[in-house]
Each structure stands twice: as C-alpha cells, then as structure tokens.
C-alpha cells in the first residue's frame, strides 16, 4: 500500500488485525512453510469472498501469523462480519483433510496507526497484538475444542460490535478482563458458529503455562512483553467493567455500584463531603430504648 511522504510519521485512525496460529512453536521446519502457506490462502480467500481488495491493506509477515492495516474507506464491519465468516468457513474447509487442525487466534482493534518504510507501529498495534496472544484465547480453543476465536477491543466492541449488523452478533461476545503489559484492558471474545463463550470451563492456569507460543517460538516478531501476565479472565459484568467482588476493592477499584447483603441495619458512605454536623444510622427513639 502506497503513502504519500508528506503522510510519513502522521498516524491514521484504521482498523488493526493480528491473526496468530495456535501452538505455531510445536510445528517443524518442514511442516512451518504448509502452515504459513494455509494461513494466507484462508486469509485471501476469506477477502475475496467479502469483495475486500488485499492490495488495499497493510500486510506483514510475522512468521506464525499475520499483521494487517485496514485504511478507513474499508467498513470495519464488512471485516467483523462477512470477513470473519468467510475466514471460518475456508478454515473448516482446509481443516477437513487435515489430521492435526489448524487453529487461528484473530484479534481487531482501530486506534492511531503509523506506516514507515519498515512497516506499521503505534498502540493500536501493540495492543491488538497483545489481545491475539491473550491466553484466554488459547484455552477457550482447548476447553471448547474450537479451531477459531476472535476477540476484539473494548472499544472496538462498544463502538461496532454492539450496534449489531450483518453476520454481527453482540450477544454471542463475552467479556474478560486481561492483564497486559500496559495495564488492564477487556477483551470481548467470540467463538464463530458458536454460543457466546463460557468462561467458568477454562480449567485453572498452571505457573508453566504461561502461553504456548508467547514469544518463544521464534517465528516472528511479537512485540516486547506481548501475552497475557494474569492466570486468567476475571469476570466483568455486561458493559465490561470488573466485577471480581472483594478482589476489585482491595485494589481501590470503583468500576460501579456497590453491592451488599445485611441481616440488619447498614449504612454505607462513601466518596462524601459533609459540612454541617451529621448523623448516620437508624435514629432510635429515646421511650424505645428506655423500655
């Protein structure tokens, strides 16, 4: 895809796609190149199939996947939707006559994108790298003996997901919250031609497991600290916040409102600013408390 050079080192808001390959590192020399051969020939048909012009996208080889820019004139929900579809039925169809299944992690997010000669960079990239090398995605593929998941950015969610539309559907996206090198963030999760992923099957993150293929392959190059560091999704509620009970507290989080169950009297006060006297609590009647 060509530049201008007056648009060298200006950031384009543009739609971010990392797509990685499952276990990529427990493939040999010999099988690697078949693997990178299927990736691209699911991905080009899956383009055609939806009318998307390749040619028309930022494409980078990261060995065990790919990294892709999508400009601003492409419909980001012609990607999250037809796009995805085709990408699962030409998956399924390459998968049929194999006897180990190729599996795809694919994660989306749109954020301020940089070209340079040498490639793409920029958050957006960093992050939606991060979101396909998540765990999670790994071991919802296990526990649900899929061969495809996507996961896409909070706020590429709220912005598109949730509105809905062609082959979109928000209900079948579950949220988890990730720990990143950046900090937290909540990815939306999607099992194509699936229910909406249940996360309480995922069985429990040993020490030793902290990711496959995280950086350890040598298959291509993954951004610095690029994974998932928490042993798994924490809860959130349906728009996305945190909803880990005491964890959250501990940590001083106030994702929203408090929840509380008593057998009695109580009084919760929190974040007030009070400058008059003030009481809080029942007020008991003096004739009560003297009979």
Not at 51 to 73: F, K, N, Q, S
């Amino acid at each position: 895809m060509e530049h201008d050079a007056s648009d060298a080192g200006e950031a384009r808001y543009e739609l971010v796609i990392s797509v990685d390959a499952r276990r990529s590192g427990q493939y040999g020399d010999a099988e690697k190149p078949r693997m990178r051969e299927r990736i691209y020939r699911i991905l080009d048909t899956a383009f055609a199939q939806a009318g998307v012009d390749r040619r028309a996208l930022y494409t980078g080889d990261r060995g065990d996947g790919v990294l892709m820019a999508v400009p601003g004139r492409i419909a980001v929900t012609r990607l999250l939707g037809l796009w995805m579809v085709e990408v699962h039925e030409s998956l399924r169809e390459e998968n049929s006559s194999l006897r180990v299944p190729l599996g795809l992690r694919i994660a989306m997010h749109v954020g301020p994108v940089r070209h340079d000669s040498n490639g793409i960079n920029g958050r957006a990239v960093d992050l939606a790298c991060r979101l396909a090398d998540a765990d999670v995605g790994r071991r919802l593929l296990d526990a649900e003996g899929a061969d495809l998941v996507l996961v896409v950015s909070g706020s590429l969610y709220h912005d598109v997901v949730s509105a809905g539309g062609k082959f979109i559907l928000p209900e079948r996206f579950a949220p988890a919250e990730l720990e990143l090198k950046e900090g937290e963030f909540t990815g939306w999760f999607h099992l194509p031609g699936r229910a909406r992923p249940d996360f309480s099957r995922l069985a429990p993150q040993g020490p030793a497991e902290s990711g496959e293929d995280s950086g350890s392959s040598g298959d291509g190059p993954l951004p610095e600290g690029s994974g998932s560091k928490g042993g798994g999704p924490r809860p959130v509620d349906a728009e996305g916040r945190d909803d880990g009970g005491p964890a959250a507290a501990d940590e001083g989080r106030d994702d929203g409102p408090a929840r509380y169950v008593a057998g009695g009297d109580l009084s919760v006060n929190r974040d007030n600013v009070y400058h008059q006297p003030v009481h809080i609590g029942r007020t008991v009647d003096s004739d009560r408390r003297k009979g």
